[in-house]
């Protein structure tokens, strides 16, 4: 069975400063896949990224960073500069391919981050 | 874009009422899903679907069922709702096979039951 921690279950700091939130995951399928969604005060959960267990390459986009570590299974999320409209539940989640199909998403309990002006 | 409509955003229903929770996708996506969020829960897969016809339990189905008589459409049915069933429930889709697909996602359902 796939786990997804996010231990941080809300986080508040001030517009402009970097903020990182943390994900662990657990698995022992060798091939999988890693996610991040945003969900807005709105309700509608966004997706952010997508990384496979065969890539360990951090990524960069705009104010957002990804750093993906297999031997720690994590895959933490940094936001640069934060900014009002950063304020939202971010979920990360895991998925596996079970040989029928992609079962969904493993969720994890999701982290509130609150950005004050 | 794809679309995933959920017909309705904000539901109230008395215990033992019967519920519909109707999702529509436009995207000829053949993989839909049902969670259900809960504060400090997070998101819970309730069940799932291949195909037409085709339903997979999820983590947790007590209590619930669903129809997907047609591809774009995936209901989740409570068939006698319960306090405990008040929640918000997101529906999602996505095309077959890969574990990398990303799910999209519709804006949710928040359902009470009194």
């Known amino acids: 069975a796939q786990k997804v921690t996010q231990a941080q279950t809300e986080i508040s700091v001030v517009e402009k400063e970097d903020v990182t939130l943390d994900c662990v995951y657990e698995t022992r399928d060798t091939t999988y896949y890693l996610f991040w969604y945003k969900q807005p005060p709105s309700g509608e959960l966004v997706f952010l990224i997508r990384r496979n267990s065969f890539d360990e390459q951090n990524e960069i986009s705009g104010r957002y960073s990804w750093n993906f570590q297999k031997s720690t299974s994590s895959f933490n999320f940094t936001i640069t500069a934060s900014q009002v409209v950063d304020s939202a539940v971010y979920f990360c989640a895991l998925s596996v391919w079970s040989g029928g199909g992609a079962d969904g998403l493993t969720f994890g309990k999701g982290t509130h981050l609150i950005i004050q002006p | 874009d794809v679309k995933v409509t959920q017909s309705s955003r904000y539901l109230v229903k008395r215990t033992g009422e019967k519920v519909f929770l109707e999702c529509v996708q436009d995207m000829d996506h053949e993989n839909m899903f049902w969670y259900r969020q809960d504060p400090g829960l997070g998101l819970r897969l309730i069940y799932f679907?291949?195909?037409?016809?085709?339903?997979e339990k999820g983590d947790i189905p007590e209590g619930y069922s669903v129809s997907r008589e047609k591809k774009e459409r995936f209901s989740l049915i409570l068939e006698s709702a319960s306090t405990n069933q008040t929640s918000m429930y997101l529906c999602?889709?996505?095309?077959?096979?890969?574990?990398?697909?990303?799910?999209?996602f519709g804006a949710g359902s928040r359902l009470t039951v009194l």
């Open positions: 999602a889709s996505t095309t077959p096979a890969l574990a990398a697909n990303v799910l999209t």
């Open positions: 679907s291949y195909d037409v016809k085709m339903k």
